[in-house]
């Protein structure tokens, strides 16, 4: 089974990172959306600590062998997520077995910059 993961952090009332993870396949033909994770609190905010999550979030879920089939990650465009050498997208780059993994950045996230700029 090939999917795509979406990755986002949050900050809470108490000042906590958080992350939540969603996966994206094809069932019949048809995009199908659901949570990997729950809301996790993140032990630490750096690549290292959000790779930790998205692991524990696809073994939770059954998808021991998720290396094998992810194909697309999509962040919003912190260093800590798109960073060339030590992002999440590279970090996984690094260990998936073929150079196509694609990262993106969300466009919901693009346009809250953009807005932001604008005012």
């Given at each position: 089974?090939?999917f795509?993961?979406?990755?986002?952090?949050?900050?809470?009332?108490?000042?906590?990172?958080?992350?939540?993870?969603?996966?994206?396949?094809?069932?019949?033909?048809?995009?199908?959306?659901?949570?990997?994770?729950?809301?996790?609190?993140?032990?630490?905010?750096?690549?290292?600590?959000?790779?930790?999550?998205?692991?524990?979030?696809?073994?939770?879920?059954?998808?021991d062998?998720?290396?094998?089939?992810?194909?697309?990650?999509?962040?919003?465009?912190?260093?800590?997520?798109?960073?060339?050498?030590?992002?999440?997208?590279?970090?996984l780059?690094?260990?998936?077995?073929?150079?196509?993994?694609?990262?993106?950045?969300?466009?919901?996230?693009?346009?809250?910059?953009?807005?932001?700029?604008?005012?």
């Amino acid at each position: 089974m090939f999917f795509s993961i979406i990755d986002d952090q949050a900050v809470d009332c108490g000042v906590i990172e958080e992350e939540i993870i969603f996966l994206r396949n094809l069932e019949s033909g048809l995009a199908v959306n659901r949570y990997a994770t729950t809301v996790q609190w993140v032990m630490s905010s750096d690549a290292a600590g959000v790779l930790a999550i998205i692991e524990r979030g696809l073994v939770d879920i059954g998808l021991d062998n998720w290396k094998d089939g992810l194909v697309a990650c999509g962040t919003d465009g912190a260093s800590v997520m798109t960073g060339v050498r030590n992002g999440v997208v590279a970090k996984l780059r690094e260990d998936i077995p073929w150079p196509w993994l694609l990262g993106v950045h969300c466009v919901a996230h693009k346009l809250e910059l953009a807005i932001l700029d604008g005012i």
